[in-house]
């Protein structure tokens, strides 16, 4: 047994002894409402995020530059391992 044992005992003792609260069905119903539209005006704010919605230069250009810039480092990091080894 290890201490983080101890502290989940610790942490169930303590949830354990908060008390249990009901709420109004009436309250609860208005919570549930209000909820659910602040997270459907979230979801229309936001717009999907597509690579189509892009221009065509930046569909081309972005992956290019991220595959330029990869080849780089591994070629890099293979050169610098080479030269550890005596090549």
């Known amino acids: 047994m290890n201490s983080d044992h101890f502290a989940d005992d610790r942490?169930?003792?303590?949830?354990a002894s908060l008390p249990?609260?009901?709420l109004d069905p009436a309250r609860a119903e208005e919570i549930r409402a209000r909820s659910r539209a602040a997270?459907?005006?979230?979801?229309?704010?936001?717009?999907?995020?597509t690579a189509a919605a892009w221009p065509a230069w930046r569909r081309v250009l972005e992956p290019a530059l991220v595959a330029g810039?990869?080849?780089a480092f591994l070629l890099e990091v293979v050169g610098r391992a080479l030269s550890l080894?005596?090549?």
């Open 69 to 71: 810039v990869s080849a």
């Open 11 to 15: 942490l169930a003792d303590a949830i």
């Open 39 to 49: 997270l459907g005006r979230h979801a229309r704010s936001r717009s999907p995020w």
């Open 20 to 22: 249990v609260v009901d």
């Open 85 to 87: 080894e005596g090549f």
